[in-house]
């Protein structure tokens, strides 16, 4: 919208540059073009502003598919005026020379203009299309029809407006249509998802069992090595109690060689020793059997009185003298005096050494001598 002011009867017009403006005095054209600024005197004065930038048009309209569905269909369609002269010719664009709004509804028409032709395209395309084949490529189809309706509609040409590009945004079914669309996608959708729940299901089962088959597998080598691992400490055990007892065998055999050894020695030492002692005893008895029984007697009283308390002083009385003298008037009494009695009779006790018998000969001891 141009700004005006007013200043003495006068006013001052500053437009745009996007903003094609005409200036019209006394039915002669004075200004013309876009971006202008000048006074004018508003009784005598016509203007007009034409917009010539590109400008949006959003249009919503029904339309009725092959099969008897209604559709929504969305679009936005992109014009300019390209000529601002002929626009204006055909269209109000005239503005109130003291504010500067237009007078008429120029923009409103043009967007009729547009959204009817866009409609009756959109609709002779969607009339021989299915629900199903608009939902899926009538979006470009309709694009490109209205676009081909609005290079040859002769209207827009003769107003000067030009096309710069159509947007097919949507083509919509009824709610209810449209829900009941979506329910088969979304039952495969969901078909979909609890096929790949099964199947992570199934795998991660498969991944337990194929778990629990590795654990198994693991303990039944485990019960295996711990299985050769007993038979082989028993083998070792066999083993040590063979090679000990083969150990205690050779030492029992030892030890026992060595106690038949020992008893053999021992066995010999003793027969050599009865040997020699039954030697001694053999030539005892031959010396006692060669002895006179006086000397036998002799014998008999030393052993007597080896045995008999010690004797430190013999008293011999008078019935025993008597009975020696006796004797001694006899001729063995007389060799039995020489044999040693007159030793008794002087009150003497006699010791005796051991001889090979184990007995001791008699020597003298005499009175008061210790044993």
């Known amino acids: 919208m141009a700004d005006i002011m007013k200043r003495l009867g006068w006013r001052h017009l500053r437009s745009a540059p996007t903003a094609h403006i005409r200036h019209h005095r006394r039915g002669q054209l004075v200004h013309d073009g876009p971006g202008l600024g000048f006074w004018f005197r508003a009784l005598a004065a016509a203007l007009c502003e034409v917009p010539v930038d590109d400008r949006e048009e959003s249009m919503v309209f029904h339309a009725r598919t092959a099969d008897f569905q209604d559709v929504t269909v969305q679009a936005t369609v992109t014009y300019r005026i390209a000529e601002p002269a002929t626009a204006a010719a055909r269209l109000d664009f005239s503005i109130d020379p003291d504010t500067g709004v237009w007078r008429g509804a120029p923009l409103k028409q043009i967007s009729t203009l547009l959204t009817e032709t866009a409609q009756q395209h959109a609709l002779d395309v969607l009339a021989r299309t299915p629900l199903a084949a608009a939902l899926v490529d009538g979006v470009a189809a309709v694009r490109e029809r209205i676009g081909d309706g609005f290079a040859s ?46 199947e992570r299901r199934a795998m991660a089962v498969q991944r337990e069992r194929a778990i629990a088959e590795n654990e198994l597998a693991s303990k039944i080598e485990l019960a295996r090595q711990e299985e050769r691992l007993v038979e082989q400490r028993g083998a070792n055990a066999r083993r040590e109690a063979e090679e000990k007892a083969a150990a205690d065998g050779v030492r029992t055999e030892a030890e026992a060689l060595r106690t038949v050894r020992l008893a053999k020695a021992e066995a010999e030492a003793a027969r050599g020793v009865g040997e020699a002692r039954a030697a001694a005893q053999a030539a005892w008895l031959r010396v006692h059997a060669e002895v006179e029984p006086a000397t036998l007697h002799a014998l008999t009283g030393t052993r007597l009185a080896e045995n008999l308390p010690r004797i430190d002083s013999l ?39 051991p001889g ?10 005499r009175r008061g001598e210790r044993e």
Not at 159 to 183: D, F, H, K, S
Not at 320 to 338: C, I, M, R, Y
């Open 315 to 353: 008293t011999i009385s008078p019935d025993v003298l008597t009975g020696l003298l006796a004797k001694l008037g006899t001729p063995g009494g007389q060799a039995a005096v020489e044999g040693g009695e007159p030793a008794r009779a002087r009150g003497t006790t006699t010791e005796r050494t």
């Open 356 to 365: 090979p018998s184990g007995s001791a000969p008699a020597r003298p001891r």
């Open 153 to 198: 509609e002769p209207r827009l040409s003769a107003t000067g407006i030009a096309i710069v590009a159509v947007r097919v945004v949507a083509i919509r079914p009824e709610p209810e249509v449209e829900r009941a669309l979506r329910t088969p996608a979304r039952e495969q959708i969901q078909q979909d998802a609890d096929r790949a729940t099964y």
